[in-house]
């Protein structure tokens, strides 16, 4: 049965997990919406952040109020205690409440309420997101759903990837954060009623994670954990690294068509299609391919990816549609980064996955986010503030490149010296 | 047969997306038209839109485009635009602001990674447009010049600006400006903000080549337009509608009023006020 599961692909995986799971589905939905939630959070959170830095150090009226969207950067360390929380309260419990306080924050957020309140509720989901990914990914490694390990964590990698897809097409019909924008028939009268618009979505998204997440709580019961003493853990950081740099390098410019088109000199309407194109791409290879793990491919697909950003960076408007083309392609060779990623830190620990590694690796790996983000943000806007950071936003784009790719390729390397001692 | 059904089903439902993404680049902006023959009349409105965000720190376009619909204008200049930066939630902002209008529109940042642009959007056809990358000693500013065909002869040149902050930046940026409005023959209108007060030599020398069209309707100082909220006195006037060659102006104010019944910091989109002048050629 076992040496049956390897031999498939992802996609058959499914199928025979289907069979015995009816409610894999809804399994798979909780993940997907905590995702998708997520990326708005950030997308949220990086304006209110923004402009309370500014407050505080221009010391503007009111500036105070300010200096607590600066203390949200604390809830970026709550992911720090999630082995704690869960040793006292169980995890059940704290990954239902996570998920709870993620679909009530996300609702918040579409109330359209005070700057102060979005930026803390987005600062909530990102800090519970970083529990659940935790969670969620320890129990889904160590669960009995009739699929090998790699199988598995696919899986996660599988939805986690849909997410960003299901971002692409909101942001495509709303061109923003969420459907709402879209204002076809906007009259001033009634404007302040029509942005509310999106509750019509978000409140059924909101109460499904909640519902989905008790009905399938049964599933990740995991299975009796072995910790193996020949099996060394890794350093997390070089994982907590690479994810920083995957999330900071899609959050900053590979998620916007628009972005893409204005660095090339080309049409938004032309590299949106082919962005949504190349994130289905990466999802089919994941479902079909049986071979997803040879490393010579992975290092031609990086250096492809490397070869994107600097031509996008440096010769962007020189080369315009090729080199736009190219960078929107490369989205597909950073989601299978992020898969790799995702893959290390999952199971070259395997058996006996610790909640306090992944839950550092996802800390530290948002943290890496924030730095980076804001070092690319003042280094590209409000230059003159910090004139050391004036014209570096690309230079930081290309390292934040380069340690992807160093991290993908070592973690890339892990796994084969893993499945090498494995077979040993 | 079942697997193969679920798989194309899979296949398909994937495929959506796509289509999704492919459609909405088909549709154009669905831009209606005015009819300049019949009243030769035009509105136009400059506003410095503050990335989307309001004196409340709300980053929110719908309220931009509220803002601008209280005036229903045919042209606008907006400053401080913003395109793909997650600092304003990666929005293309002149786009996304010109579909909610339904305007053909233009964009062009100021630095090279797309912060601090102007735009222009337009209901008539923009025709030509020429994008200049202002002298400055410090942050980047830029300078656009439109050509903007208001019937089958007429062609109505417009210019859009925000200029810089020092006294070294905007006397070297106003010369400049001048030195291209100056090249160029026909009708003109030139607005934007320059972050100058009415009495400074920098304006002092534009109002030597066009009319301060707000000042010439209202025959006094006609209020000023940043912030825009702690009510009821902003404080400086530094937006401006500058024109030459029009027949009268029907019409020039700073607006103050987004939301009737409503007096709030919540009504403005941005730290600016907007404002509007209609003139008739």
Same mark, same amino acid.
């Given at each position: 049965?076992?040496?049956?599961?390897?031999?498939?692909?992802?996609?058959? $995986?499914?199928?025979?997990?289907?069979?015995?799971?009816?409610?894999?589905?809804?399994?798979?939905?909780?993940?997907? *919406?905590?995702?998708?939630?997520?990326?708005?959070?950030?997308? %949220?959170?990086?304006?209110?952040?923004?402009?309370?830095?500014?407050?505080?150090?221009?010391?503007?009226?009111?500036?105070?109020?300010?200096?607590?969207?600066?203390?949200?950067?604390?809830?970026?360390? $709550?992911?720090?205690?999630?082995?704690?929380?869960?040793?006292?309260?169980?995890?059940?419990?704290?990954?239902?409440?996570?998920?709870?306080?993620?679909?009530?924050?996300?609702?918040?957020?579409?109330?359209?309420?005070?700057?102060?309140?979005? %930026?803390?509720?987005?600062? *909530?989901?990102?800090?519970?997101?970083?529990?659940?990914?935790?969670?969620?990914?320890?129990? *889904?490694?160590?669960?009995?759903?009739?699929?090998?390990?790699?199988?598995?964590?696919?899986?996660?990698?599988?939805?986690?990837?849909?997410?960003?897809?299901?971002?692409?097409?909101?942001?495509?019909?709303?061109?923003?954060?969420?459907?709402? *924008?879209?204002?076809?028939?906007?009259?001033?009268?009634?404007?302040?009623?029509?942005?509310? &618009?999106?509750?019509?979505?978000?409140?059924? &998204?909101?109460?499904?994670?909640?519902?989905?997440?008790?009905?399938?709580?049964?599933?990740?019961?995991?299975?009796?954990?072995?910790?193996?003493?020949?099996?060394?853990?890794?350093?997390?950081?070089?994982?907590?690294?690479? &994810?920083?740099?995957?999330?900071?390098?899609?959050?900053?410019?590979?998620?916007?068509?628009?972005?893409?088109?204005?660095?090339?000199?080309?049409?938004?309407?032309?590299?949106?299609?082919?962005?949504?194109?190349?994130?289905?791409?990466?999802?089919?290879?994941?479902?079909?391919?049986? %071979? &997803?793990?040879?490393?010579?491919?992975?290092?031609?697909?990086?250096?492809?990816? =490397?070869?994107?950003?600097?031509?996008?960076?440096?010769?962007?408007?020189?080369?315009?549609?090729?080199?736009?083309?190219?960078?929107?392609?490369?989205?597909?060779?950073?989601?299978?980064?992020?898969?790799?990623?995702?893959?290390?830190?999952?199971?070259?620990?395997?058996?006996?996955?610790?909640?306090?590694?992944?839950?550092?690796?996802?800390?530290?790996?948002?943290?890496?986010?924030?730095?980076?983000?804001?070092?690319?943000?003042?280094?590209?806007?409000?230059?003159?503030?910090?004139?050391?950071?004036?014209?570096?936003?690309? =230079?930081?784009?290309?390292?934040?490149?380069?340690?992807?790719?160093?991290? %993908?390729?070592?973690?890339?390397?892990?796994?084969?010296?893993?499945?090498?001692?494995?077979?040993? | 047969?079942?697997?193969?059904?679920?798989?194309?089903?899979?296949? @398909?439902?994937?495929? @959506?997306?796509?289509?999704?993404?492919?459609?909405?680049?088909?549709?154009?902006?669905?831009?209606?038209?005015?009819?300049?023959?019949?009243?030769? /009349?035009?509105?136009?409105?400059?506003?410095?839109?503050?990335?989307?965000?309001?004196?409340?720190?709300?980053?929110?376009?719908?309220?931009?485009?509220?803002?601008?619909?209280?005036?229903?204008?045919?042209?606008?200049?907006?400053?401080?635009?913003?395109?793909?930066?997650?600092?304003?939630?990666?929005?293309?902002?002149?786009?996304?602001?010109?579909?909610?209008?339904?305007?053909?529109?233009?964009?062009?940042?100021?630095?090279?990674?797309?912060?601090?642009?102007?735009?222009?959007?337009?209901?008539?056809?923009?025709?030509?447009?020429?994008?200049? /990358?202002?002298?400055?000693?410090?942050?980047?500013?830029?300078?656009?010049?439109?050509?903007?065909?208001?019937?089958?002869?007429?062609?109505?040149?417009?210019?859009?600006?925000?200029?810089?902050?020092?006294?070294?930046?905007?006397?070297?940026?106003?010369?400049? @400006?001048?030195?291209?409005?100056?090249?160029?023959?026909?009708?003109?209108?030139?607005?934007?903000?320059?972050?100058?007060?009415?009495?400074?030599?920098?304006?002092?020398?534009?109002?030597?080549?066009?009319?301060?069209?707000?000042?010439?309707?209202?025959?006094?100082?006609?209020?000023?337009?940043?912030?825009?909220?702690?009510?009821?006195?902003?404080?400086?006037?530094?937006?401006?509608?500058?024109?030459?060659?029009?027949?009268?102006?029907?019409?020039?104010?700073?607006?103050?009023?987004?939301?009737?019944?409503?007096?709030?910091?919540?009504?403005?989109?941005?730290?600016?006020?907007?404002?509007?002048?209609?003139?008739?050629?």
């Amino acid at each position: 049965m076992g040496e049956d599961i390897k031999k498939k692909n992802l996609f058959e $995986v499914l199928q025979l997990s289907l069979k015995t799971r009816s409610d894999l589905i809804a399994y798979l939905v909780v993940p997907l *919406l905590a995702t998708l939630f997520f990326i708005e959070a950030f997308r %949220t959170y990086v304006p209110g952040l923004y402009i309370a830095m500014f407050h505080v150090v221009f010391q503007d009226p009111g500036w105070t109020g300010s200096l607590l969207i600066l203390l949200t950067l604390i809830l970026f360390f $709550v992911p720090l205690f999630t082995n704690l929380l869960c040793k006292k309260f169980g995890q059940m419990k704290i990954y239902l409440v996570s998920l709870l306080i993620i679909a009530l924050a996300r609702l918040g957020i579409a109330f359209h309420l005070s700057s102060i309140m979005k %930026t803390i509720l987005a600062g *909530l989901i990102i800090a519970f997101y970083g529990i659940c990914f935790t969670i969620f990914l320890k129990r *889904l490694v160590e669960n009995d759903l009739k699929a090998d390990l790699k199988a598995k964590v696919s899986i996660f990698s599988l939805v986690f990837i849909g997410a960003f897809l299901i971002d692409s097409v909101v942001r495509t019909i709303g061109f923003s954060l969420d459907i709402s *924008l879209v204002t076809a028939h906007l009259n001033p009268e009634l404007w302040s009623s029509l942005q509310y &618009l999106w509750l019509i979505v978000q409140i059924p &998204l909101s109460v499904l994670l909640v519902l989905f997440a008790v009905r399938t709580r049964t599933l990740i019961t995991p299975q009796e954990q072995k910790v193996a003493e020949d099996l060394q853990n890794e350093p997390w950081i070089l994982n907590a690294v690479g &994810l920083g740099m995957f999330f900071f390098l899609i959050f900053n410019v590979f998620l916007y068509p628009n972005a893409i088109a204005e660095y090339t000199n080309t049409s938004s309407a032309v590299i949106n299609p082919i962005l949504t194109g190349a994130i289905i791409l990466i999802l089919m290879y994941l479902l079909f391919a049986k %071979t &997803l793990y040879n490393i010579r491919i992975n290092l031609c697909f990086n250096l492809i990816l =490397l070869l994107a950003i600097v031509a996008f960076l440096f010769l962007g408007t020189a080369f315009a549609y090729p080199i736009a083309i190219l960078m929107t392609i490369s989205v597909a060779i950073m989601f299978l980064n992020a898969h790799f990623l995702i893959m290390n830190m999952s199971t070259t620990r395997k058996p006996g996955i610790q909640i306090n590694q992944l839950s550092n690796l996802i800390t530290y790996g948002l943290l890496f986010l924030i730095i980076m983000s804001f070092l690319h943000d003042f280094s590209t806007d409000h230059a003159f503030t910090i004139s050391a950071f004036q014209g570096m936003g690309p =230079l930081i784009l290309f390292i934040g490149g380069c340690l992807l790719v160093l991290m %993908t390729m070592l973690a890339h390397l892990q796994l084969n010296k893993f499945e090498a001692r494995r077979s040993a | 047969m079942m697997a193969l059904n679920r798989r194309t089903l899979l296949i @398909i439902l994937l495929l @959506i997306p796509l289509v999704i993404s492919i459609v909405y680049a088909a549709i154009p902006i669905q831009v209606t038209r005015p009819t300049f023959n019949a009243t030769h /009349q035009v509105k136009f409105l400059t506003y410095n839109i503050h990335f989307g965000v309001g004196m409340d720190d709300k980053l929110d376009l719908e309220r931009i485009v509220q803002n601008i619909l209280v005036e229903d204008p045919d042209i606008i200049g907006l400053q401080e635009v913003e395109n793909g930066r997650i600092t304003s939630q990666g929005v293309d902002m002149a786009q996304w602001i010109a579909r909610a209008l339904g305007m053909d529109y233009y964009y062009y940042p100021a630095v090279n990674e797309h912060a601090f642009g102007v735009a222009l959007l337009s209901r008539y056809p923009i025709i030509n447009i020429t994008a200049y /990358q202002l002298p400055t000693i410090q942050l980047e500013r830029v300078f656009l010049h439109a050509a903007i065909q208001l019937n089958a002869t007429y062609i109505l040149n417009v210019f859009i600006t925000h200029l810089g902050l020092e006294d070294d930046n905007t006397t070297a940026q106003i010369e400049f @400006i001048l030195s291209k409005t100056n090249a160029v023959i026909g009708p003109k209108v030139m607005m934007g903000d320059f972050n100058l007060h009415n009495d400074t030599p920098q304006i002092q020398n534009v109002s030597l080549f066009f009319t301060d069209t707000a000042v010439a309707f209202n025959n006094t100082y006609p209020g000023d337009t940043f912030p825009s909220w702690p009510e009821p006195t902003p404080g400086e006037r530094i937006d401006y509608i500058f024109a030459t060659n029009y027949t009268a102006i029907l019409d020039s104010h700073v607006v103050t009023d987004m939301v009737s019944g409503v007096n709030a910091a919540w009504e403005y989109g941005s730290d600016h006020l907007p404002v509007t002048t209609t003139l008739q050629y």
